[in-house]
T-cell receptor, first 112, second 110 residues
């Protein structure tokens, strides 16, 4: 089965700790994206990558970091510098140029 | 920067009714337009993709249209069913990025 997996589904962390969210795809897509979703605000782009070892900041990159060492994987680290990290995080992928996006099931992060 | 707006924010209809969800965008220089469905606590499921050279797409009871000159897209759902209850999001693509609306929460009452 082709698709995008995100793990874990729920994540709880204490304030001040860094946390890494996993995103893996086996669709052979070149582009991958991280979004944050908050109630009533829609999806906001954090980072995206169109090729291995390259990534670009989105609209709300502050306090987040990513890596793209493999085509299949695009992990997101929420650092302690992110002032309000509690949110629903969605990973997506697409074929560059065609840009129909496919989404993973999401990770709900709660920081207390 | 592209801004995408969805109206209404919430909609409640009786089962069997036809309905229209609206989406507007500010920059007509879009590459593609996509409609998604999101169930509570889940990821987004792609419903329809309209490429910039197209004006509409159909899948089953769903029809989406795109008018770039007026900055509007509509999603038409025919003969609504309780299983259609979900949040519907639209997104405009510039090629590198998608810009999302805030969604319309649809409830279909049996």
């Amino acid at each position: 089965d082709g698709g995008i997996t995100q793990s874990p589904k729920y994540l709880f962390r204490k304030e001040g700790q860094n946390v890494t969210l996993s995103c893996e795809q086996n669709l052979n897509h070149d582009a991958m994206y991280w979004y944050r979703q908050d109630p009533g605000q829609g999806l906001r782009l954090i980072y995206y990558s169109q090729i291995v070892n390259d990534f670009q900041k989105g609209d709300i990159a502050e306090g987040y970091s990513v890596s793209r060492e493999k085509k299949e994987s695009f992990p997101l680290t929420v650092t302690s510098a992110q002032k309000n990290p509690t949110a629903f995080y969605l990973c997506a992928s697409s074929i560059v140029g065609y840009v129909e996006q496919y989404f993973g099931p999401g990770t709900r992060l709660t920081v207390t | 920067k592209q801004e995408v707006t969805q109206i209404p924010a919430a909609l409640s209809v009786p089962e069997g009714e036809n309905l229209v969800l609206n989406c507007s965008f500010t920059d007509s220089a879009i590459y593609n337009f996509q409609w998604f469905r999101q169930d509570p606590g889940k990821g987004l499921t792609s419903l329809l993709l309209i490429q910039s050279s197209q004006r509409e797409q159909t899948s089953g009871r769903l029809n989406a249209s795109l008018d770039k000159s007026s900055g509007r897209s509509t999603l038409y759902i025919a003969a609504s069913q309780p299983g259609d209850s979900a949040t519907y999001l639209c997104a405009a693509s510039t090629g590198n990025q998608f810009y999302f609306g805030t969604g319309t929460s649809l409830t279909v009452i049996p």
